[in-house]
């Protein structure tokens, strides 16, 4: 214990450094730890039944509910968002500043897992929660219901707000950005259930979800070929010229597709035929620049089979511009604040479920952020990290088009055993346990103290603002092409 103290002053004093003044006195932390103790068997209860009855994207009726009866009965109150399905607001407090929190409840389809370290669906072909968003969502809410409380209790004005936000793994919260929902938040929050623990420094890439379909002639491929206009045929030249482009792509610009429509039956030259691909590109203004060149790929295809074609636009997300302030103020509440201890059963799960991940896989989570290897030496990462600055991954979040209106800060908590990526069987195993709840509610208290340092500190809100400006660009949805 006097180990965690003398790290805990140093915390305090890097505060004081950074603003002149701790962000946090011991009381205050005491009294956040109080109020996530006494609640922790609520959002863990939460957490385990949205898990166990897992929803897909635009079908999370079940879980919208759970989190709007709970916020409701803690005296938030609620608006319905009509642009979006199952998306609501919930908010509590008045005066100051807006603090809000965003969670997600969606399960992914096809992911369905027991709690086991074994791959066991528990039914074959459902959804499962392999990206923990059962965790997510939980998580935030307890942030939102500690940093009320805290406020309330120390008399400090402010609102609380939290956007509940389904579809994360589809459309996402694009409408609710395009709805000017965000528009008047002082500073947005949410966290990501992974593998270790650290601020979300990196960067992610703007990503467009776009179907290419073609029309042609159908004829009897046998009989009369020449009467048709083969569809399948300009949907393969669209692929081909695809892969030629790559070459001439710029750094970070990937292009993923499948032949979602090649036709009914060999004997019949196909008169209808589709290409379904994801742009994803470092930054939104690229990922139009692409479509672009895929349009005009596209027609050229066209022109070369007389046939046409047209576009469907299924869902676009806008790169992540994490706001620095916020995620130090979150970097510093994770130090201070005290790391959950893993029982010896939690333990074994952890290091057999890692055990399930081949070896040369593991650091596939880690590298893209430069964690170091040498970390998954343990099953789980029991201490705080910093990782991410000047990285961008792969992947894209919906957080993306939410930072560019708002100053945005996220976290990741070590929910999941180091190695262990998320979209995985073993992913959806580890957001049942145990231990990933009591880190649930740690980020959720993370969260919390980190949003009243910014409720309380006007010095530190004019540091988020000046900062979102100095990187302020036009909002605009990559499905906006």
């Not at 576009?311 to 604040?337: S, V």
């Not at 590298?367 to 894209?396: M, N, T, W, Y």
Request: hydrophobic share 40%.
């Amino acid at each position: 214990m006097k180990e965690k103290k003398t790290e805990k002053a140093a915390t305090l004093e890097l505060g004081t450094a950074l603003w002149g003044a701790p962000l946090w006195g011991e009381d205050l932390v005491a009294q956040a730890q109080a109020i996530a103790q006494v609640r922790t068997a609520e959002y863990g209860r939460i957490a385990l039944d949205i898990w166990e009855h897992p929803e897909p994207a635009y079908e999370e009726a079940r879980s919208s509910e759970i989190y709007r009866r709970r916020l409701e009965s803690q005296g938030f109150s609620l608006r319905l968002c009509p642009e979006m399905n199952h998306s609501f607001i919930a908010e509590k407090g008045s005066g100051g500043p807006v603090i809000a929190y965003m969670g997600e409840y969606d399960a992914l389809p096809g992911m369905s897992q027991a709690c086991s370290t074994e791959r066991k669906p528990v039914v074959e072909g459902a959804p499962g929660h392999a990206c923990g968003h059962n965790l997510l969502g939980a998580g935030s809410l307890a942030a939102a219901e500690i940093l009320a409380l805290l406020l309330e209790k120390n008399g400090s004005p402010g609102r609380v707000r939290f956007y509940g936000c389904p579809a994360e793994e589809a459309l996402g919260r694009i409408p609710l950005v395009k709805a000017g929902r965000f528009d008047d938040v002082d500073a947005v929050m949410t966290w990501h259930p992974a593998d270790v623990n650290t601020p979300h420094r990196y960067t992610t890439s703007a990503n467009l979800a776009v179907v290419f379909s073609f029309k042609g002639r159908a004829s009897h491929a046998g009989m009369a070929p020449q009467a048709g206009r083969s569809a399948l045929d300009a949907a393969q030249l669209f692929n081909l010229s695809m892969e030629f482009m790559r070459e001439h792509l710029g750094p970070g610009i990937l292009l993923h597709y499948v032949i979602s429509d090649g036709g009914r039956r060999p004997n019949i030259v196909p008169e209808t035929a589709a290409t379904s691909l994801y742009i994803r590109a470092p930054k939104a203004t690229v990922v139009r620049e692409v479509m672009k060149r895929l349009v005009k790929a596209a027609k050229g295809a066209c022109l070369m089979t007389e046939t046409s074609f047209s576009t469907e636009i299924r869902a676009g997300k806008c790169d992540y511009k994490p706001n620095g302030t916020i995620q130090d103020i979150l970097f510093q509440a994770m130090e201070i604040l005290d790391l959950p201890h893993p029982e010896a059963d939690e333990l074994e799960f952890a290091k057999r479920l890692q055990a399930t991940v081949a070896k040369s896989d593991r650091s596939a989570t880690l590298d893209p952020i430069g964690v170091p290897a040498s970390l998954l030496k343990s099953p789980l990462h029991r201490e705080v990290g910093d990782f991410g600055q000047g990285h961008r991954i792969g992947g894209s979040l919906d957080t993306g088009d939410v930072s560019y209106v708002a100053p945005t800060g996220q976290m990741n908590a070590a929910t999941w055993p180091l190695g262990v990526g998320a979209h995985t069987w073993q992913s959806c195993a580890a957001s049942g346990t145990t231990w990933a709840r009591k880190a649930m509610v740690w980020a959720g208290t993370t969260m919390a103290l980190a949003g009243f340092a910014l409720a309380v500190r006007p010095e530190l809100l004019a540091a988020v603002r000046a900062e979102h400006r100095s990187k302020l660009e036009p909002y605009r949805s990559t499905m906006d092409v």
